[in-house]
C-alpha cells in the first residue's frame, strides 16, 4: 500500500564524493544535514557566521570571505552585557569583545581558505524576511535579542533576492570557477511570521532559488522543503512545537539526500564508516574482557583497510581508541 506521494529526485550530474570539501551555510536546517556529513567524515565548514536565515545574510557572508574581510572593534556592539556582530550568530558573542572579534575573524579567514578550494557550496535559505535597523537602514543577520523597536521587518521581493545571489555566485566563480552550488528551501516554519506570511516567504525563496538555477550552469536545487512539507505532511513527523522536522523526518530527507547527491561508491564506503563510527561510541560493561579486546581489534583492522583504500579520511581519533 502507497502511504504517501512519489517525488522523483534527479541525480546530480556530478555527486558527492569524499575527494569533495563541502562548504555549508544557512539556517538551522543546514546544521542538522552538516552534522550527519560529519558523522560520516565528509571534509565540511558548517555555518562560519551562526546560523543565518535570509538570502540576503547569506549572500554577504560568502561575500566577505571572497574579499577575507576581517572584522574591527567598531563592527561590535554592546547589549545585554555581551558583544555581538550583526552579521553573526550569538555563538560568536561574548562578554569581551577582544574574545569575539577574535573568534568571529578566525572563523572568516578559515572559511576565506576553505571556499577557495571548496568543490560544493549548500545553500539552505529559511526565510525571505528581512530586518533592518531603524536608525541607519542597515541589515542585520541576527537580532540578538534587541529590543523589536530597534527594527524595521520587510518582506523581500523575488528581484532582491535574485539579484542579491546572482552578484555572489558571480564573485564566487571568479575566486572558485569550479565550485558546484546546492540550494535548498528549509522547512522549517517560521510560525513568529504567521501561517500565511511565511508561506509567502517560502514561495519567494523557492521561485529565487528556481530563477537562479536556471542562470547558472553550477546551480542546483534539493528538494528538501517539499519533501517535508508536501510528501511526509503529517505532524507526526514534526517536533512538538509543531515547527521543527523531527529526528524521523531528517532522516527520510538525509536519505532522499544520500541517493540523489552522493556517488554510489561512496554510498558504500558511508556505510562502512558509519559501522566504526557507532563501534567507537559503544559503551561496554566489561572492558577487559577478551571479547572487548578482539572486537576493538577487529575495528582497528578495518579501520586500516578503510585508509589505505580512502586515505583521504581521518580516522586518528577512532585509531587512537581502539589501539587503548
Known sequence: MQLTLNLDISALARPITYADKILLTGSCFTENMSERLAQHKFNILANPNGILFNPLSVADSINGYIEHKQY???????????????????????????????????????????????????ITLGSAFQYYLKDNNRPVANNHRAPSQWFEKRLLNIDMIVDALSGTIKNLKNTNPNIQILFTISPVRHIRDGVVDNNRSKARLIEAVHELCSRFDNSHYFPAYELVIDILRDYRFYDIDFVHPNYLATTVVWEHFVKSCISGPTQDVMKEVLDIATARNHRTRFPGTEAHKKFKASYNEKIKNLSIRCPELDFSEELAYFNN
Open 72 to 122: 574591527k572593534p567598531e563592527d561590535l556592539f554592546q547589549l545585554n552585557e555581551l558583544w555581538n556582530s550583526w552579521d553573526h550568530h550569538t555563538r560568536f558573542s561574548d562578554i569581551d569583545p577582544n574574545a569575539a572579534l577574535t573568534r568571529i575573524n578566525d572563523s572568516q579567514a578559515r572559511a576565506a581558505d576553505f571556499i577557495r578550494s571548496a568543490n560544493w557550496l549548500v
